[in-house]
C-alpha cells in the first residue's frame, strides 16, 4: 500500500506538470486566434458585398427576361384578337338557321317520347295478358286445395294419436327392460360385496385360528372356531351361486329384447306417417292460401289489361326517327359554333386593351434594361479578390483549430489532475484500512481460539454427563416399564442417541409396536421426572400427562393408572388430559370441558354435568375430557 500511495503522488506531480504546458499552449493558441480575427472579418464583408451585388444583379438580368416574355406574349394576343375579329361576320351567318332549327328538334323529341310511350304500352298489355293466362290456369288447378286439406287433417290427427299410443308402447317396454337390467346389475354387485366381506372375515379366523373374535359378541370363538369357518364356506358358496347367476342375467340383458326394438321401430314409423302428413297439410295449407291470393289478383289484373289496351289504342301519333337523327347532329354542331363564337366575340371585345397592355410591357422592358446595365456596373467598381479572402480565412481556420485543440488538452489535462488526486486519496484512505484490518484480524484470532477452548470444554463435559446420566434413566425408566407391562418387558436401554432400546431376555428386541413404543416413551418420561425431583431436593407440585392412553390396552391402561398413584409421594397434583372414557372410574376427580354452540365458549364441569364453582379445588389425581 505504501508503494500504491507513492504512485500515485508521482502520477499527480506529472500530470500536474502536463496540465501547465496545456495551459500555456491554449494562451499562445488564444493570442493567434484575436490577431488573425480582423483580417479574416473584413475579408468576410467584401465577400457578403459582393454577394449582394451579385444577387441585385442577377434580379436585375431576371427581370429583364420576364418583361421580355410578357411583351412577346402581349404581341401574340394582339394579333389573335386581330384575326378573330377579321373571321367573326363570316360565323354569324352560319348561325342563321340556328333557332329554327332547335323548334323542329322539341317537336320531334315530343313525338319520340309518345312513341316510346306506345312501345311500353304494348309490353305491357302482352305481359298482363300472359300473367293472367298463367294467374288463370293456376287457379284452375288450386280448386281442390281445401278438400285436400281437409282430408289431409283428418288423416293427421288419427296418425297422431297412433303416434302417442306407440311412443307409450315404446317407452314401457324399454323401462321395463332397463329396470330390469339395473335390477340384475344392482343384485350382482351386493352379491360381490357380500362375498368379499364374507371373504376376508373367513380369511381372517383361518388365520387367527380359536382366538379370532366372534363376529358378533367380539369374544374369542375357541372351539367353535370350525363351526364357525364352515358356516361361512356355506355362505360363500352360496353368495358364488347367486352372483353366477346375476351375472348371467346382466349378459342376458345387456342387448335390447326382441319386444323393446319392435316397440321403436313402431314409434319411429308412427313418428314418419306424422311427419309425412305434416309436410303435405303444409302444402295443402299454402295452396289454399295461394288460391285465395289469386282470386281477386286475376280481377285486378284484367282491370289492369283493360285500361293498357285502352291507352295503347290512344296513342297513334307519327315519328320520323332519320329526320331526329338529323336536325338534332346539325342543332349539336350549330350550339358548338355558337359557344365558340360567343368566346370569340369576347376574345375581338378586348383588342384595345390588349393593344394597350403590349406598349406598356414595351416600356417597362426598356426600364428592366437599364437597371440590368446599373447593376453590373456595381459589381466591376467593387473589385471583390476571392484568392485574398481564401487566405485569410485558411489563417483564421487554423487558428481557431488551434485554439479549441488547447482547450480540449487542458480540459483533459485539468481532468486527469483532478483523477490523479482522488486516486491518491483512495489510496491513503485503503492504507489506513488495511491497518485497522491488520489489528482486527490480530484480536479476532485471539478471541477465535478462546470459543475453540470453551467448545471443546462444554463439549465434553455434555458427553460426561450424558453418559452418566443414560445407565441411572434406563434403570428408573426399566422400574416403570415393568410395573406398566405386568413384567413382560423388565430391561431398558438407551444409546449414544437417547434411542429406545427393549431388551427381551437379554436380547434387544429390533422391532416394537406402536403401544410397546408409547409405553415406552411415558416410562422415560416418568423416569426424567422422578430424575429431575430427586435432583432438585424437593417433589415437584404437578405432573400433566396428555393423551397417553391412545395405543394402550385395558390391563395397560390400568398399570398406568395404578403407576400414577404411586407417584403421589413425588408430585402433589397428577393431571391426565384423555378421551378415553374406560380410564374415568380410576381416577379421583373427573373435569369435562366441552364447547357450548349457544354462548361460543368453553365450559368446565364435573361428571355429573354440574358447573364447576370458582372455589373448587382438583384432588391430586384429576382428569379432563
Known amino acids: 500500500m505504501a508503494a500504491e500511495v507513492q504512485g500515485a503522488e508521482a502520477l499527480l506531480a506529472e500530470r500536474t506538470r502536463v496540465r501547465d504546458g496545456a495551459a500555456a499552449e491554449h494562451a499562445d493558441a488564444q493570442a493567434m486566434l484575436a490577431a488573425a480575427a480582423p483580417a479574416w ?85 302482352a305481359s298482363l295478358a300472359a300473367d293472367q293466362q298463367r294467374d288463370v290456369e293456376r287457379l284452375a288447378q288450386l280448386e281442390t286445395a281445401p278438400r285436400l286439406l281437409e282430408e289431409t287433417r283428418t288423416q293427421l290427427g288419427a296418425a297422431r294419436v297412433a303416434q302417442q299410443a306407440a311412443r307409450e308402447k315404446a317407452d314401457a317396454a324399454r323401462g321395463i327392460w332397463l329396470r330390469d337390467r339395473q335390477e340384475a346389475e344392482t343384485r350382482r354387485e351386493e352379491r360381490a360385496t357380500q362375498w368379499r366381506e364374507t371373504k376376508d372375515q373367513r380369511d381372517q379366523i383361518a388365520r387367527l385360528g380359536a382366538e379370532a373374535p366372534c363376529p358378533v359378541c367380539a369374544r374369542p370363538l375357541g372351539e367353535k372356531c370350525a363351526a364357525m369357518l364352515e358356516e361361512l364356506d356355506d355362505r360363500l358358496a352360496t353368495l358364488k351361486v347367486d352372483g353366477t347367476f346375476f351375472k348371467q342375467r346382466v349378459e342376458q340383458l345387456k342387448a335390447e329384447p326382441t319386444d323393446v326394438l319392435g316397440a321403436e321401430q313402431a314409434a319411429r314409423d308412427a313418428d314418419e306417417l306424422v311427419r309425412t302428413l305434416e309436410r303435405r297439410e303444409a302444402r295443402c295449407e299454402q295452396a289454399v292460401h295461394e288460391r285465395d291470393r289469386l282470386v281477386p289478383l286475376v280481377a285486378e289484373r284484367a282491370t289492369q289489361l283493360a285500361a293498357a289496351e285502352a291507352a295503347l289504342a290512344a296513342s297513334g301519333a307519327p315519328y320520323d326517327a332519320t329526320r331526329h337523327a338529323t336536325v338534332q347532329g346539325e342543332v349539336a354542331r350549330l350550339a358548338a359554333v355558337e359557344l365558340r363564337s360567343a368566346a370569340e366575340r369576347a376574345i375581338a371585345g378586348e383588342l384595345p386593351a390588349r393593344r394597350t397592355a403590349r406598349d406598356a410591357a414595351a416600356t417597362t422592358l426598356v426600364a428592366a434594361r437599364g437597371e440590368e446595365a446599373t447593376a453590373r456596373d456595381a459589381v466591376a467598381r467593387h473589385g471583390f479578390a476571392g484568392p485574398v479572402h481564401e487566405a485569410a480565412r485558411l489563417q483564421f481556420q487554423t487558428a481557431q483549430q488551434r485554439a479549441a485543440d488547447a482547450d480540449v488538452a487542458r480540459a483533459r489535462a485539468e481532468g486527469e489532475v483532478s483523477a490523479a488526486a482522488t486516486a491518491l486519496a483512495a489510496a491513503r484512505v485503503r492504507q489506513a484500512q488495511v491497518e485497522r484490518d491488520a489489528e482486527r484480524r490480530r484480536l479476532l484470532r485471539a478471541d477465535r481460539m478462546l470459543h475453540e477452548e470453551l467448545d471443546k470444554a462444554y463439549g465434553e463435559l455434555r458427553e460426561e454427563l450424558n453418559a452418566r446420566m443414560r445407565p441411572e434413566l434406563g434403570e428408573l425408566a426399566s422400574v416403570f416399564l415393568t410395573d406398566l407391562t405386568d413384567d413382560r418387558y423388565g430391561e431398558f436401554e438407551l444409546d449414544d442417541q437417547y434411542r429406545i432400546i427393549l431388551l427381551e431376555n437379554g436380547v434387544p428386541k429390533p422391532v416394537i409396536s406402536g403401544g410397546e413404543e408409547d409405553v415406552a416413551n411415558l416410562a422415560l418420561r416418568l423416569a426424567v421426572s422422578q430424575l429431575i425431583a430427586e435432583r432438585s431436593g424437593q417433589p415437584f407440585s404437578l405432573l400433566v400427562l396428555d393423551e397417553v392412553f391412545g395405543s394402550l390396552d385395558d390391563v ?70
Request: glycine residues 6%; charged residues 30%; proline residues 3%.
Open 556 to 625: 395397560r391402561r390400568s398399570n398406568v393408572v395404578e403407576l400414577l398413584r404411586r407417584l403421589q409421594d413425588r408430585f402433589a397434583q397428577v393431571i391426565v388430559i384423555t378421551h378415553i372414557d374406560a380410564v374415568r372410574d380410576g381416577l379421583d376427580r373427573v373435569l369435562e370441558v366441552r364447547y357450548d354452540e349457544t354462548r361460543g365458549c368453553s365450559t368446565v364441569a364435573g361428571a355429573d354435568g354440574v358447573p364447576l364453582d370458582a372455589g373448587d379445588a382438583p384432588l391430586p389425581l384429576a382428569a379432563g375430557a
Open 41 to 125: 472579418q473584413a475579408a468576410e464583408a467584401a465577400r457578403e458585398q459582393d454577394a449582394r451585388l451579385r444577387v441585385a444583379l442577377a434580379q436585375a438580368e431576371g427581370a429583364v427576361q420576364r418583361t421580355r416574355e410578357d411583351l412577346e406574349r402581349a404581341e401574340a394576343a394582339v394579333g389573335e384578337a386581330e384575326r378573330i375579329a377579321a373571321s367573326l361576320d363570316a360565323v354569324l351567318a352560319d348561325l342563321a338557321p340556328l333557332a329554327a332549327l332547335r323548334h323542329e328538334l322539341a317537336a320531334l323529341e315530343e313525338a319520340s317520347r309518345a312513341a316510346a310511350r306506345a312501345t311500353g304500352l304494348r309490353q305491357q298489355v
